[in-house]
């Protein structure tokens, strides 16, 4: 189930393996905001009716996403397609850049495309893809003030400094109004792309948990990949990702770069602070402490795009404090 409330098992009946897995409905938390909880301000899926159709819809259009041979959408269960065993690093443990550039080239073409809002899972069953909005992004960015700076300091926040940091973070995601606009798997990274050297073209990258996807900046799932949270990537392997990204898009016709780096830094950044206070929750609260060897690597992340100028109310909060660490 990895750091989700999901489980998977591998079966087989003698034929190809397959992947049972068994995702019951999530209840509600307590209500955190406008009388809402976490999971409905940040569009996090609550069935599997999600999966089933984004699946649907990639598969529809070229991609390679697990084929579902069995659905119980209502109580959760999927008995789905085994994509494969391939990953993104050497023997040696070391990310191999032409596996991420494919990758890259990838979320180019996808995000050349039109892609519905209404996606269907099963005959009068329809999933519609939420917007990556103001408030989802906003209660994510908030993780790292709830969790992971308390943890970082040993104190809590006061009203002030949290006043200070929504308002930086408020600032930022306007500067996205007019980013440009796609499916946005919401995980895209090594851990979540199989690779199939068998195959080829786009086929020899199999898509996976993908339940959480939203339509929102293009530019998000390039972080996700090209700033892998369980993988160190050096600045030059990022540059080139991002760069295998650009190059496929020019010949996909007219493309803003500077409009696309603005996004790029803004929710690199956006993502990371997210993670950070992921994966300190999922220690404090989860008791899976194995995920804090991953924040000297997010922080890393977060002080590669903090330079830019869109960022510069965020990167003023984290200036003005010196307690925050991501110099270390």
């Given at each position: 189930g990895d750091?989700?409330?999901?489980?998977?098992?591998?079966?087989?009946?003698?034929?190809?393996?397959r992947?049972?897995?068994?995702?019951?409905?999530?209840?509600?938390?307590p209500?955190?905001?406008?009388?809402k909880?976490?999971?409905?301000?940040?569009?996090?899926?609550?069935?599997?009716?999600?999966?089933?159709?984004?699946?649907?819809?990639?598969t529809?259009?070229?991609?390679?996403?697990?084929?579902?041979?069995?659905?119980?959408l209502?109580?959760?269960?999927?008995?789905?397609e085994?994509?494969?065993?391939?990953?993104?690093?050497?023997?040696?443990?070391?990310?191999?850049?032409e596996?991420?550039?494919?990758?890259?080239?990838l979320l180019a073409d996808?995000?050349?495309?039109?892609?519905?809002?209404?996606?269907?899972?099963?005959p009068?069953?329809?999933?519609?893809l939420p917007?990556y909005?103001r408030?989802?992004?906003?209660?994510?960015?908030?993780?790292l003030t709830d969790?992971y700076?308390?943890?970082?300091?040993?104190?809590?926040?006061t009203?002030?400094?949290?006043?200070?940091?929504?308002a930086?973070?408020?600032?930022?995601?306007?500067?996205?109004?007019?980013?440009?606009?796609?499916?946005?798997?919401?995980?895209?990274?090594?851990p979540n792309i199989?690779?199939?050297p068998?195959?080829?073209?786009n086929?020899?990258?199999?898509i996976?948990?993908?339940?959480?996807?939203?339509?929102?900046p293009?530019?998000y799932?390039?972080?996700?990949?090209?700033?892998?949270?369980?993988?160190?990537i050096?600045?030059?392997?990022?540059?080139?990702?991002?760069?295998?990204?650009?190059?496929?898009?020019?010949?996909?016709?007219a493309?803003?770069?500077?409009?696309?780096?603005?996004?790029?830094?803004?929710?690199?950044?956006?993502?990371n602070?997210k993670?950070l206070?992921?994966f300190?929750?999922?220690?404090?609260r989860?008791?899976?402490?194995?995920?804090?060897?991953h924040?000297?690597r997010?922080?890393?992340?977060?002080?590669?795009?903090?330079p830019?100028?869109a960022?510069?109310?965020?990167r003023?909060?984290?200036?003005?404090?010196?307690?925050?660490?991501?110099a270390?």
């Amino acid at each position: 189930g990895d750091a989700s409330t999901r489980a998977y098992e591998t079966v087989s009946d003698g034929g190809p393996k397959r992947i049972l897995m068994n995702a019951p409905r999530r209840p509600d938390g307590p209500p955190i905001r406008n009388g809402k909880p976490y999971s409905q301000i940040a569009h996090l899926a609550e069935s599997v009716t999600p999966f089933v159709a984004i699946a649907r819809a990639l598969t529809e259009r070229g991609f390679c996403a697990p084929r579902i041979d069995a659905q119980d959408l209502d109580k959760g269960l999927l008995l789905i397609e085994h994509l494969g065993d391939g990953g993104f690093l050497d023997h040696a443990g070391q990310p191999v850049p032409e596996r991420y550039q494919a990758a890259a080239r990838l979320l180019a073409d996808m995000h050349e495309l039109d892609w519905p809002r209404d996606m269907e899972a099963a005959p009068g069953v329809t999933h519609r893809l939420p917007a990556y909005d103001r408030d989802a992004m906003m209660i994510e960015v908030e993780l790292l003030t709830d969790w992971y700076l308390p943890a970082e300091t040993g104190t809590a926040l006061t009203d002030a400094d949290r006043t200070e940091y929504r308002a930086a973070w408020d600032a930022t995601i306007a500067r996205l109004a007019a980013a440009e606009k796609s499916i946005v798997m919401r995980d895209y990274h090594s851990p979540n792309i199989i690779w199939r050297p068998e195959e080829s073209g786009n086929d020899r990258l199999g898509i996976i948990d993908f339940q959480d996807a939203l339509y929102g900046p293009s530019a998000y799932d390039v972080a996700s990949l090209a700033q892998d949270a369980r993988v160190t990537i050096s600045p030059e392997l990022e540059t080139s990702i991002i760069a295998a990204y650009k190059a496929a898009r020019r010949i996909g016709g007219a493309f803003d770069e500077t409009a696309f780096d603005q996004a790029y830094a803004i929710m690199a950044a956006q993502r990371n602070s997210k993670i950070l206070g992921i994966f300190v929750r999922l220690n404090k609260r989860d008791g899976k402490p194995q995920y804090l060897k991953h924040l000297p690597r997010i922080r890393d992340y977060v002080s590669r795009v903090l330079p830019h100028p869109a960022l510069a109310e965020v990167r003023a909060f984290h200036d003005s404090r010196s307690l925050i660490g991501f110099a270390k």
